[in-house]
Structures are given as structure tokens and as C-alpha cells.
């Protein structure tokens, strides 16, 4: 995948279509819990950490695109921009590239055990989210990362690991 690639979708009304559904569905998920926190300011309840791997998967690059400009400007409308918000960027963001990057066209039939391979495409998806909201905690010299990591990664694993694929499985093409 070249960089003219992944810029492409821009060109696409379906995609287009895609980055505002999936921007527009990302910002409403976070508005009934913004400033819900486990710890001040950086932990943040998420359980539409669901929508993150979703995303990547069925939507592609503009899904992607969709998380990082959903991520932003939910930041700036729920008055939680500040030094998190681009750990949050690169948590979600990369997030829902990795299972973008880690799937391939055509996974998503019902019967052949996608279960299991979703579930453990998802392992890294929400390892590097926990990882990337933990680094901007510790590198801001608010909590040890080891605690957040793992605080992030319980939450993540829970609303990511195990409503996705649930939700995939209802999705998926019978």
C-alpha cells in the first residue's frame, strides 16, 4: 500500500460517505460519557472502543480517517482538548489501522470460525491503544505507566475484544 493508496478514498463518494458516518458515529458515542474518567483528565471510559476496530474493518482507510477526525473534533467540542488529545489521536487512530492493515477482503463470512481470527486480530488493536494513552500519561507525569496500561487495556479488552466480535458475527455477510 503506497501513500497515493491510502489518500484515494478522497476521490469516492461511498468513501466519503464512510469518514463522515464513521466521524459523525464516533463523536456521538463519546458525548454521553465525555468526562467520564477512571483517573483525571487521561483515562477516559470508553465503551465505544468498539467502534475503533469496526472502523478499519469495514470502512478501510476512510474509516481510519474518519476515527483521527472524530477523535480531534470531539476533543474540541467536548472541551477535552489538551495535552491528551493527540495520545488519544494516535490510540485510536492507530488502532483502527491495525485491524484495517491486519484484515484481509472478503474475512467477514459467517460460518468459517471468524470468531477466533477476529478475536485475535484484535489483541494488538487494543495493546496499542492501552499503550499509547499510557505514554501520554506517564510522559505528562500523571500516572505510572504500568497503571494506566493496564487500566486502559481492561477497558479496551472488554468493550473492543468482546463486543467486536460480537457485532462483526451480526454483520457479517450469511
Not at 458515542?29 to 472502543?49: D, I, M, N
Not at 469496526?54 to 480517517?65: E, F, I, K, Q, S
Not at 501520554?136 to 504500568?146: E, H, I, N, W
Amino acid at each position: 500500500m503506497n501513500g497515493s493508496a491510502i489518500i484515494s478514498w478522497v476521490r469516492h463518494p461511498r468513501m466519503v460517505a464512510w469518514f463522515l458516518f464513521v466521524a459523525v458515529a464516533w463523536i456521538a458515542v463519546r458525548v454521553p460519557f465525555a468526562g467520564v474518567y477512571f483517573l483525571a483528565s487521561v483515562a477516559e471510559f470508553t465503551p465505544g472502543f468498539v467502534l475503533v476496530p469496526l472502523a478499519g474493518l469495514y470502512a478501510g482507510p476512510a474509516g481510519v480517517a474518519g476515527i483521527v477526525a472524530g477523535t480531534l473534533l470531539g476533543d474540541l467540542l467536548l472541551g477535552q482538548w489538551g495535552g491528551m488529545t493527540g495520545y488519544r489521536v494516535l490510540a485510536y487512530g492507530l488502532g483502527s489501522l491495525y485491524m484495517m492493515v491486519l484484515s484481509r477482503p472478503g474475512e467477514l463470512t459467517a460460518g468459517r470460525g471468524d470468531g477466533w481470527a477476529i478475536g485475535l486480530k484484535l489483541i494488538p488493536v487494543c495493546l496499542t491503544s492501552a499503550a499509547w494513552i499510557a505514554v501520554g500519561g506517564t510522559l505528562q507525569r500523571l500516572y505510572p505507566f504500568a497503571y494506566l496500561l493496564g487500566l486502559n487495556l481492561a477497558q479496551f479488552v472488554v468493550f473492543g475484544g468482546m463486543l467486536a466480535p460480537v457485532a462483526i458475527h451480526m454483520l457479517a455477510v450469511h
